[in-house]
């Protein structure tokens, strides 16, 4: 027998819009603080990535501007 214990999360999908820090919304804002784990763009304004936690992950996944 196997024992497993399945662990649950959440994951947020966050669009940064024109990439004005300004113009997230709140509630963007709030997931982006609390996350232990983001999977940003290079396309991804850096003042955006600042909100997150100093101990969170950030992963960089590599898109560019009409590059795949």
Do not use: W
Not at 6 to 33: F, H, W, Y
Request: proline share 6%.
């Amino acid at each position: 027998m196997i024992n497993c214990k399945i662990l649950s999360g959440r994951c947020t999908l966050v669009g940064a819009g024109p990439g004005d820090p300004e113009l997230l919304t709140i509630k963007a804002l709030k997931a982006i603080q609390t996350a232990t784990v983001l999977f940003v763009d290079d396309l991804v304004n850096p003042e955006i990535v600042a909100f997150a936690q100093p101990n969170a992950r950030i992963v960089h996944v590599g898109k560019r501007g009409g590059c795949k």
